[in-house]
Nanobody
Framework: QVQLVESGGGLVQAGGSLRLSCAAS????????MDWHRQASGKQRELVAR???????FHTDSVKGRFTISRDNAKNMVYLQMNSLKPEDTAVYYC?????????WGQGTQVTVSS
């Protein structure tokens, strides 16, 4: 059983920062990538950022230059540093992990950015 637990969400004013954390535990087999997705109310879930096993990263265009994904391999942790937050970043943020067997989701953490 694999568990992903997110933390770090909350309410912040526009222009502020938050750091999301995700801890992975359980029987993990050869992690291929760790991701952050988000889902705003009434919208589809979208991939925000990804870090693959070799360390390469992807950030969707709307967050480039503001968000940074990073990973601590020893602790099976992934982070999302979010700076210069905008109201349109308001969403539930989900951690995702792909290993050699399956794709796993966390329960999500709410990020609300007030204008």
């Amino acid at each position: 059983q694999v568990q992903l637990v997110e933390s770090g969400g909350g309410l912040v004013q526009a222009g502020g920062s938050l750091r999301l954390s995700c801890a992975a535990s359980g029987r993990l087999f050869s992690i291929n990538s760790m991701d952050w997705h988000r889902q705003a109310s009434g919208k589809q879930r979208e991939l925000v950022a990804r870090i693959i096993s070799g360390g390469s990263t992807f950030h969707t265009d709307s967050v480039k230059g503001r968000f940074t994904i990073s990973r601590d391999n020893a602790k099976n942790m992934v982070y999302l540093q979010m700076n210069s937050l905008k109201p349109e970043d308001t969403a539930v943020y989900y951690c995702g992990l792909r290993d050699s067997r399956s794709y796993y989701w966390g329960q999500g953490t709410q990020v609300t950015v007030s204008s």
